[in-house]
């Protein structure tokens, strides 16, 4: 199992942020023209087992981009906000929707394809201490994540979540996509935020092994740890307490929803 970057983990918390800029950049001008949407067909409620245990709240109808010409809409509002800089070296925009929700919901298993995440990853390399058995993890490694951890503590979990809940019907369309028919992305999201806030939190030194080119933790537990949660481990106590603080700012927004 490779020592993956942090990008795995900073797509969870900006998955939400993404769209919402997207969202800002479209109030600020005038959208452009998109056919009415089809009239509304009455379907039957769906049965207990496939409603939303996190539902989303009703949002006041305005045009969005469709999926798969959603991309130049993000990207404006990146750039805007962000500025050209900001945007080269934290994200990567194409498909961006797709990426976000499938990056989300591969953070609680094994592995996550890199070719789908989101974010950049995290520059340089893994940095550690000593040598074969005595080999370990360094304190300055956390160093290489500040931005990164810095960039989740910026963002507004109330603001995010209003702005997530407008976008939210690309999300759910995105997820069902993904071989979720019956299956709310909302709840999904919620789900891999709990998963991660009961990430490990070891004490002392982390031993790693080299039993071919990459890294892996020493300790079987570590190493059988998710995606997502192998990263949690991997930034250090410090940036993991910053970014847990901002998983529980951001799941109490989605759970509850905006204000009346």
């Not at 893994?126 to 304190?139: K, W, Y």
């Not at 979720?180 to 004490?203: C, M, Q, S, T, W």
Request: aromatic share 6%; hydrophobic share 45%; glycine share 4%.
């Amino acid at each position: 199992m490779s020592m993956k970057p942090m990008h795995l983990l900073v797509a969870a918390v900006l998955a939400a942020a993404i769209a919402g800029v997207g969202w800002w950049l479209w109030q600020q001008r005038e959208p452009p023209y998109l056919p009415p949407p089809p009239a509304k067909l009455e379907t039957p409620a769906a049965p207990p087992s496939q409603l939303p245990k996190y539902p989303v709240p009703q949002q006041e109808a305005r045009p969005l981009p469709p999926l798969g010409a959603s991309d130049p809409t993000m990207a404006d509002a990146l750039r805007t906000l962000f500025g050209a800089q900001a945007l080269e070296r934290f994200f990567n925009l194409e498909d961006l929707v797709r990426h976000v929700v499938a990056t989300v919901d591969n953070l609680p298993r094994e592995q996550v394809a890199v070719r789908l995440n989101p974010v950049k990853p995290v520059g340089g390399l893994v940095t550690t201490q000593g040598r074969d058995a005595s080999l370990v993890l360094a304190p300055e490694n956390s160093k290489r994540y500040a931005a990164h951890v810095r960039a989740l503590e910026l963002v507004d979990a109330k603001q995010l979540a209003a702005i997530y809940f407008h976008f939210y019907p690309l999300f759910q369309q995105a997820y069902v996509e993904l071989g979720y028919p019956n299956g709310h992305f909302n709840d999904r999201l919620v789900e891999v935020i709990d998963h991660l806030l009961e990430a490990p939190e070891p004490k002392g030194p982390i031993r790693l092994t080299t039993p071919k080119v990459l890294h892996e933790f020493a300790d079987p537990e570590l190493e059988s740890l998710s995606a997502g949660r192998k990263v949690m481990v991997r930034i250090g106590d410090e940036n993991a307490a910053r970014v847990k603080a901002k998983l529980r700012e951001l799941r109490a927004a989605v759970v509850r929803g905006p204000a009346p």
